[in-house]
């Protein structure tokens, strides 16, 4: 499939235009189909882009927030990828979405992603929005290379869910939505910032395999174009 380029000056700008087509991209589907879905990724990239997103005046009771990955912690946990949605997106305006976290409290992550995709498998369907991240090993979602069950996230075969992973440079063992998930978003993003992460999309560019940078497996078969939001 292809890729679209969208560079800015700076993350403050890149992340007011990205909210501005993600606010775009939930009202039209709520004017089509009634309802939104959006999937966002955790990490430190997405902070600035939650707050623009936040303010937005649309019908977020209408809006159903999920999270492309977790760590299998409790959203209490510094680490959590709830927690910081909690905290710069569902808030303002925002505060009005219904949100479906990964993690259950659950003995075994295994456990949690039974539970965790029978609580999301009412949207998705596709995804109206997918924002995923990119590591400097080229991980996208909790796709790492080397991931415990990486050929399963990667295979088109593998049905919508949530499954496990756990990797070297993973920490905690992780809940993920798998590629079948994501990969025909309506709105298909990539949200890179910075001039390595420029220098490691370039090499997921290159020839390689998908096992070694998965976020190749995204690049090279999603059904939807990748929007590929960068800025300095
Ligand atoms: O749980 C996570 O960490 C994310 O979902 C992950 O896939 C993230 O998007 C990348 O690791 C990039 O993270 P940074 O934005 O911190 O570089």
Not at 183 to 191: F, G, K, M, N, S
Request: glycine share 8%.
């Amino acid at each position: 499939m292809t890729a679209n380029m969208h560079a800015f000056a700076n993350g403050a700008e890149l992340a007011g235009k990205l909210a501005d087509k993600v606010a775009e991209t939930l009202s039209a589907a709520i004017t089509v189909r009634g309802s939104a879905s959006i999937a966002v990724s955790g990490g430190s990239t997405p902070k600035a882009f939650f707050q623009a997103l936040s303010s937005h005046s649309i019908d977020w009771g209408k809006v159903t927030v999920t999270l492309v990955d977790e760590r299998f912690v409790p959203s209490d946990n510094p680490r959590s990828n709830h927690l910081l949605v909690q905290e710069n997106l569902l808030k303002d305006k925002a505060a009005a979405a219904k949100f479906l976290p990964l993690y259950q409290a659950t003995a075994s992550v295994e456990e949690a992603a039974v539970i965790a995709t029978e609580k999301t498998k009412a949207i998705g369907h596709p995804f109206d929005v997918a924002i995923l991240g990119m590591g400097n090993d080229g991980h996208t979602a909790s796709f790492f290379p080397g991931g415990s069950n990486l050929k399963t996230a990667l295979d088109p075969n593998t049905p919508r869910g949530i499954i496990t992973m756990e990797a070297e440079g993973a920490g905690e063992p992780r809940l993920t939505f798998t590629f079948s998930s994501l990969q025909d978003a309506r709105l298909l993003v990539l949200h890179i910032e910075g001039e390595g992460k420029k220098d490691v999309l370039a090499k997921a560019e290159a020839p390689g395999e998908e096992t070694e940078m998965p976020i190749r497996a995204m690049l090279r078969r999603a059904a939807s174009p990748v929007e590929i939001y960068w800025a300095p």
